[in-house]
């Protein structure tokens, strides 16, 4: 994949991901399916975008019994997914599972894994029994994820620079929460601009509605590109 900007396809309908797809190349970005356009539309989504040339993002954050994530990693593998992701929390043996199931050839799905879910604070940790700050809990998970064979974490653009110093620049950062200035945060708390995410060391930006949801997604989808390329 060499676009650093990968488009997340939250739609639930066939004919408005073909809308936006047709206009687009696989050059131009990645594309993300999620939990809504999966459970929508099923793995043939999947193989359709795959057959276009799309590098495809699986973000089904599978956290299940090692065996079960390993089959649903190697199913994954066999869609012809440009990346896979688990929860961390999930463990080591899991991690290790997972990565077992997308195999060893080169040309096997990168395999991330989701740390702590940017949507809990240190109080929704506490409510279910976790009594340590956020951040400490992300450095835990993305080093658990590096020594157990994962290739990155998704993480949010605030936590990147850290994590690279502690885990190396070769370690994948996938940051969504990205909003380009002078758009809407919607849900996201902790936003950031592509350049600057890209500047903190994120390998891969994540971006919605910003995209999907604008009168002219394609002219926003370039001039983030543009707003990115040349910056290091
Ligand atoms: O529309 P927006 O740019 O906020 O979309 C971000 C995408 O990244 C969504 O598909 C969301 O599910 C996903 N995501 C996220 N935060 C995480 C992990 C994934 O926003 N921590």
Known sequence: MKSKVIVALDFSSEQRVMDFVERISPELCGLKVGKELFTA??????????????????????????????????????????????????????????????????????????????????AALRAIGIDVAPETLVKKLAGLAQSSGADGVVCSANETRELTSILGTKFIKVTPGIRPLGVSNDDQKRVMSPIKAIKEGANYLVIGRPIIQAEDPVGVLTRVIDDITGVA
């Open 41 to 122: 539309l099923g793995p043939r989504i999947v193989e359709v975008l795959v057959e276009k040339g799309f590098s495809v993002f699986l973000d089904l954050k599978y956290h299940d019994i090692p065996n079960t994530v390993e089959r649903a990693c190697a199913a994954a593998r066999n869609l012809g997914v440009w990346m896979v992701n688990v929860h961390a929390l999930g463990g080591s043996e899991m991690i290790a599972a997972a990565r077992r199931g997308v195999g060893m050839e080169s040309d096997r799905p990168l395999l991330t894994a989701v740390t702590v879910l940017t949507s809990m604070d240190a």
